[in-house]
């Protein structure tokens, strides 16, 4: 792709950032109780990269679709999203989000528990204004999506207290965590596009891989980012003590010293912020880190790969670059 | 209605109650994490009256469906009730439910904030099962239910901090957090079977007004019921401080020292329970009991007389049994 495609794909996505922030901005202005409605209005209008909801959109449009007929649907697919920031920032007691206090921290349990509810209820409305065709596969889909989710995020805090985690098991928590929603955004685009089956299953066999890859990138994000541009701590995710794709690997591979040091992980359910540095390098020594590039590089090419069906359009090489840019980035 | 109708009805209700648990106690069995759906299952098997999902299958009966194609959304929508049981549960932090610890007591926060997300996902999976036709106005109406009850809770919420809740809010808050949820059930029966707008908008009527008079009802059950037939403290509302229908207008028609005893009961957020049967002398002194049980009859005429457009058949005979039986529970 040359830089100029890839300047213009840029262009797009921020236009429609712009295009759904406004979406966001206006919604639920008007409803009452605001007990209810405030904290909804606040975690929507937090910001994010409103990414699920620019995939509905050019996976509509990639399937012959349009933009236009699918933004309430991208609405929903991103108020979904919300709710599960809400629930899991109260489930792991999480102070900040986005660099503002979290729902539960600012309005208080109660009203973060309704506003979650809310959000979910508020995207199903948002999702229904945009089925003209294929309702049952539409809903049938974006409730796929948010039971996975809810299995995902079981998954993921049973593995907090369970010692041996396998890389099988990660890999499901997390295809059901981040992947599922990621697959149901690109079904749903091309559901909305009336596309056909062959279509509809490239899409999702893309959604789910990209999602795949996405965390995998996320995991390695988090202990090689540069603290400054993540906007989080680095090597949070060894501080708390996650079993991520390359602490489990990091295991599979260590022996004698290094195994121990992995287990005092496990043991003392994390480590001081201090010796992130010393396990970044364990990581290193280990090859960890390159497994999981592979790893991530494998499910983008799976999801590049079955793109190959869709035609040749503007959308689909957009969806191309979206996926590309999505590994490279850098926070 | 004649006894024998009477038994007729009643034998019906018990033989749709056990088909109906024997679908709750199937549900779920074969699914994964069991840290998300033990507690799932727990709560739907815990009993209950089961007067929802019967809503959903005598209106579709009544117009014109039949009870087999409506079992998937009566389920549904009494797994939509259980999501609000177990939330507002612990929004309320209460310990016992059904006779049985609640689910936050039983499986701790986390589990039940992520039950109660996946109890509205698995209401959703089952209601499209019986989604063959008018998809799009069952999924709708589900989805109003669903955000009237977290707009209903709400203002529930509200109503406990704040001073002056006028009669209007309160019948605001349980035409929401109640009667919409029972509206709801009788719109998807009728969309079930395929009904017309003029019969949907009959079991509309019937369901909203039926809620309230239900409500109404649980009001004065918790002041006047015999504690040992009712299952829970008798004036619990009182003791929690709860801004009743009856309370509101005691508040409204008493004066002088009854006044003042009335705003004790605001001011102390409850009272002690041994001040129970003092306030329940107030209550019958200052009439409001009778007027409580006036706007409750109100509210099934309403209810009843919409039902005369529907045509004449055992069903609509059985809703009308139901009603009836309703208001005068004793539990």
């Excluded at 996505?13 to 009452?32: A, G, M, P, S, T």
């Excluded at 999480?94 to 209820?121: C, M, Q």
């Excluded at 869709?310 to 957009?318: F, G, I, M, R, V």
């Amino acid at each position: 792709m040359t830089t100029a495609q890839m300047d213009k794909y840029s262009e797009i996505y921020k236009e429609q950032v712009d295009i759904l922030e406004e979406r966001f901005n206006k919604l639920l202005v008007n409803e009452e109780p605001a007990s209810l409605y405030d904290p909804c209005k606040y975690i929507i209008t937090s910001g994010g990269k409103r990414l699920r909801p620019y995939m509905v959109l050019l996976s509509s449009k990639a399937a012959g679709g349009n933009f236009e007929d699918a933004y309430n649907a991208a609405v929903a697919v991103e108020l979904l999203h919300n709710f599960t920031l809400v629930h899991d920032d109260i489930m792991d007691k999480a102070d900040k989000r986005r660099g503002r206090e979290t729902v539960h921290i600012k309005f208080g349990l109660n009203p973060a528990i309704l506003a979650g509810d809310n959000l979910v209820a508020v995207a199903y409305r948002n999702l229904l204004k945009d089925c003209r065709i294929n309702t049952a596969e539409i809903m049938d889909s974006f409730t796929t999506g948010l039971i996975e989710v809810c299995e995902g995020q079981s998954y993921d805090t049973d593995f907090e207290t369970q010692e041996n985690v396998t890389i099988d098991q990660y890999k499901l928590m997390i295809q059901k965590k981040t992947a599922a929603m990621v697959e149901m955004c690109c079904a749903v685009g091309g559901y909305l596009a009336n596309a056909d089956e062959k279509i509809i299953k490239a899409l999702k066999t893309f959604g789910l891989n990209l999602g795949m890859a996405f965390q995998i990138q996320d995991d390695l994000l988090d202990i090689l980012a540069d603290e400054a541009k993540f906007g989080k701590v680095v090597g949070g995710d060894l501080v708390e003590g996650k079993k991520t794709y390359i602490f489990l690997k990091a295991l599979e591979f260590a022996e004698g010293d290094d195994k121990k040091l992995l287990l005092e992980v496990v043991k003392n359910k994390g480590i001081d912020k201090s010796m992130v540095p010393m396990y970044r390098n364990l990581y290193i020594k280990l090859g960890v880190i390159e497994d999981a590039r592979s790893l991530m590089n494998d499910y983008n090419d799976i999801a590049l790969k079955a793109l190959d069906v869709l035609p040749d359009t503007e959308a689909k090489e957009n969806l191309i670059w979206l996926a590309n840019m999505l590994i490279k980035r850098s926070k």
